[in-house]
Structures are given as C-alpha cells and as structure tokens.
C-alpha cells in the first residue's frame, strides 16, 4: 500500500523555537497533503489542507503565521511550528491523498513534538 | 453538521474474546466508509474502506459492516489479541466533489487484557 513517512519521529525543543516537520509521500504523487493535530484521548483535527505549488487552506482558528505550510513538491510537504510555546505540544500527522486508491488518505506515523 | 459519533468510549476485554465497536453517522451523502487503528503514539491505519453501495468488508480478524439506511457502521474483532489494544477510528469521507474534508469519530480505546 501507499506509505507516508515523517521526519522526525519525535522532537523536544525549547520555547520560542522553530520546528521543522517533513511529510513525505514515498511511492506515490500526491497534489494535496493535510495536516492533523492530536491531543492526548483526542481525535485527529484538521489544521490545514496543503496543495502541492499553492497556498496552503487553514482550518478556523489555526494561525497561518504560526503554521507555516509549504508543498514545494508532488512528494513532500513540510509544516514549520514558528516560535513554539508549551501549548503547541501535540503530536502532529500528516496525510497525502492518493487519487488512485478511492481518493483515500493514507496517513504518516506522527510527530511528537514537546516544547519545553 | 456532520457527525460521526462512535460507541463506547473505552472498552476491556480478555484476550480472545470478541467484541464490536458502533459508528453511527449523520453525514450524507458520502462516498466511503473507513475504519482505522491507532496505536498509542502512531499514525492512523486502515483497516477497511467501504463504499456506501457495501454491506460489510473483512480483514483478517477484522470485519466491517455498513447499514446505509440506518447509517450505522460497526467493526468486529474476531479472537482478539494483546497487539489489538488501540483506539479505532470511523471515519467518514465526503463524495469526491465536495471537497477534502474527513469527518472523523472520537475513537473507540480498546484494552485487551491477557
């Protein structure tokens, strides 16, 4: 099946850092990438939709200057936590949509990232 | 507002026993069905996918029933293991022409104790 990775796994960083997480799409093409945040005993939530050479479509209530989203190609997403504070750990996943498979999203394995 | 509201909450049960988790959905109409495992600190995994125009769908212990007229979907563990203590997932995919949006359950947590 279709695999979707995410670097890194986990990450600890200290407050008013940046934070860099790469989703990448491993044996397929994917145009529109998502971006899930998680809190613990949560479902997933949609941050944002990430279209590949286009502007990223936030969800109500997600900073876009915060989450910054860039989909340089049909493989790779990156979303950048900008001046991470205590509140944005969460574990983010990521997802990439395969047209040919029931236009289904087949999900990365998550980053726990931890703000200290 | 769609919902997808998923039955219990938390469920324990012993190591080879059976069990069945609920989804019941208002979202309509739809164009697939999906159940999903989570393990703690891990991605979503598919378990089954359904078509609105399917009954039921199985993988391995797993199998997926859908009543489209009663929106209603569940998922059965057959001879439950240890490694099937997660939480699952239903959620819900809109038809392919009203956009990207998944409407996703709360989960069902799932212990399976020895």
């Known amino acids: 099946g279709a695999v979707v990775s995410q670097h890194p796994s986990w990450v600890i960083c200290k407050s008013g850092t940046s934070v860099k997480i790469e989703c990448r799409s491993l044996?397929?093409?994917?145009?529109?990438m998502f971006w899930y945040r998680q809190f613990p005993k949560q479902s997933l939530m949609l941050m944002a939709t990430?279209?590949?050479?286009?502007?990223?479509?936030?969800e109500q209530g997600v900073e876009k200057d915060k989450f910054l989203i860039n989909h340089a190609s049909l493989t790779l997403s990156t979303l950048t936590v900008t001046s991470a504070h205590p509140e944005d750990s969460s574990f983010y996943i990521c997802?990439?949509?395969?047209?040919?498979?029931?236009?289904?999203?087949?999900f990365g394995p998550g980053t726990r990232l931890t703000v200290l | 507002k769609n919902q997808v509201e998923q039955s219990p909450q938390s469920l324990i049960i012993l190591e080879g026993k059976n069990c069945t988790l609920q989804?019941?959905?208002?979202?309509?109409?739809?164009?697939?069905l999906r159940w999903y495992k989570q393990d703690t600190g891990r991605g979503p995994v598919s378990l089954t996918i359904m078509t609105f125009s399917e009954n039921t769908k199985s993988n391995g212990r797993y199998t997926a029933t859908l009543d489209a007229d009663t929106k209603q979907s569940s998922l059965h563990i057959t001879a439950s293991q240890l490694s099937d203590s997660a939480s699952y997932i239903c959620?819900?995919?809109?038809?392919?022409?009203?956009?990207?949006?998944?409407?996703f359950g709360g989960g069902t947590r799932l212990m399976v104790k020895p």
């Open positions: 959620v819900v995919s809109p038809p392919h022409n009203a956009g990207n949006m998944l409407t």
């Open positions: 989804c019941n959905y208002t979202v309509s109409p739809f164009s697939n």
């Open positions: 990430s279209n590949e050479g286009s502007k990223a479509t936030y």
């Open positions: 044996d397929f093409q994917a145009t529109t």
């Open positions: 997802s990439a949509r395969d047209l040919g498979t029931y236009n289904e999203q087949f």
